[in-house]
């Protein structure tokens, strides 16, 4: 890189937004506008070097075509840097496929009404196309596990323990018969679905038809193991099969806590293009103002993956659901991820609880055993003296 290079003022002035944007923790549209150069500058230096041997000759004046070259190389690299560094910090990360920064996956907590009302934003945009790609879904079942994954995320995020788990089930008499999500109390979640390829109709507003799939009738389970002696069971019939109606209707009949739920996954033939949601609570000192007040904004909200795909930040969507209302931070924020914790000795567990008869039935029949996770698809190989151990282990 030649120092001498001189820097333009176009240059200075972004570098300034960008240390006003680093300092402000989030990035507005104007700003990700800024990073978008950075990505073009990343592809112009991609385009430079293919089918270039060697760097050409370094040269200062910008007369030149090749010094006009470098001096836009040279500022390649910078925004390169910069948005390199700001990737430490800001959770954003490229996506060679896409060409772009994208925001990281992020829980943030927020307190709003003078503490009145809990609100808890998510962006899962990663977590739902890592889901899809690894369950090979169709559009509408990327949407409907996609919704259930980022309220295991937000509800698996309200648990206390590292060690507690939160599952939620749907059983439902639609095409996808059974989904789960698995979640813990960093917020990371994992999935499975029955049915991944279902392809049905769109809903006549041209929207993907995610309580079709589902199913309208069926049962909403949620499981806590918080490290008791049993865990702790609710059910609820499902209201719609959306997902989010039918979680609403299970924090006002199962836990009693008026709430509103929103949660979206944009999809298109190239994966996910947003997904997230948000979870609003009432305190039980909420006044009749507060709540007329939420419920006015609640019902002006755009769809929450419409608002993800515009770039809006988790602050952003928080401060349109208070208003004017003052809004504050709570706790640390969470990345939460699609991650699996299978271990070849709970999968060898499995295999124990089928019982020596089975386990000789496979010996017999395949020599040896494939199992294959069902929320990762990692494959775990059983040779036939494993099996044979396994066997003797049933006694
Ligand atoms: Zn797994």
């Not at 270039?52 to 075509?65: C, D, I, K, R, V």
């Not at 939620?168 to 999935?191: C, E, F, R, W, Y």
Request: glycine share 8%; proline share 3%; aromatic share 8%.
């Amino acid at each position: 890189m030649n120092e001498k290079v001189t820097v333009g003022k176009e240059f200075e002035l972004l570098k300034k937004r960008f240390s006003d944007a680093r300092e402000c923790g989030y990035y507005s549209i104007r700003e990700r506008k800024l990073l978008r150069n950075s990505i073009m500058a990343v592809d112009y230096v991609k385009s430079f070097f293919e089918g270039t041997s060697h760097l050409p000759p370094l040269e200062e004046s910008a007369s030149t075509s090749w010094g006009k070259t470098f001096n836009n190389l040279w500022r390649a690299f910078s925004y390169i840097e910069e948005a390199e560094r700001l990737l430490d910090g800001a959770h954003l990360y490229y996506d060679i496929k896409k060409r772009g920064f994208f925001v990281e996956d992020k829980i943030i907590s927020f307190l709003a009404f003078d503490g009145k009302v809990n609100i808890k934003c998510i962006n899962s945009t990663k977590l739902v196309e890592e889901a899809r790609k690894i369950h090979d879904l169709s559009p509408v079942t990327t949407a409907a596990l996609g919704r259930l994954l980022t309220m295991g995320s937000l509800m698996g995020s309200n648990l206390k323990e590292k060690n507690d788990k939160i599952t939620l089930q749907i059983k439902a008499d639609g095409p996808i018969d059974t989904m789960i999500a698995v979640a813990s109390n960093d917020g990371n979640v994992k999935g499975y679905i029955k049915n991944p390829n279902i392809d049905i109709p769109l809903k006549s507003n041209g929207k993907l038809d995610v309580g079709g799939a589902v199913g309208k009738n069926g049962m909403l389970y949620i499981i806590k193991d918080i490290g008791l002696k049993e865990p702790y069971v609710g059910l609820t019939p499902l209201v719609s099969g959306e997902i989010a109606e039918d979680f609403t209707e299970y924090f006002a009949k199962s836990e009693q806590v008026p709430t509103a739920i929103a949660l979206g996954v944009l999809v298109d033939k190239d994966g996910v293009r947003s997904a997230g949601g948000y979870i609003v609570q009432l305190m039980p000192d909420a006044t009749n103002e507060d709540i007329t007040i939420l419920e006015q904004n609640l019902r002006a909200m755009p769809p929450i993956s419409k608002l993800l795909e515009e770039n809006k930040s988790l602050e952003d969507i928080a401060g349109m659901i208070t208003g004017d209302g003052m809004l504050f931070m709570v706790g640390e924020d969470l990345l939460p991820e699609y991650k699996c914790d299978c271990q070849k000795s709970r999968i060898k567990n499995g295999l124990i609880s089928l019982g020596a008869k089975e386990i000789q039935n496979i010996i017999d029949t395949d020599g040896k055993a494939e199992v294959v996770c069902k929320f990762c698809k990692k494959k775990y190989e059983f040779s036939k003296e494993d099996l044979e151990k396994i066997k003797e282990e049933c006694k």
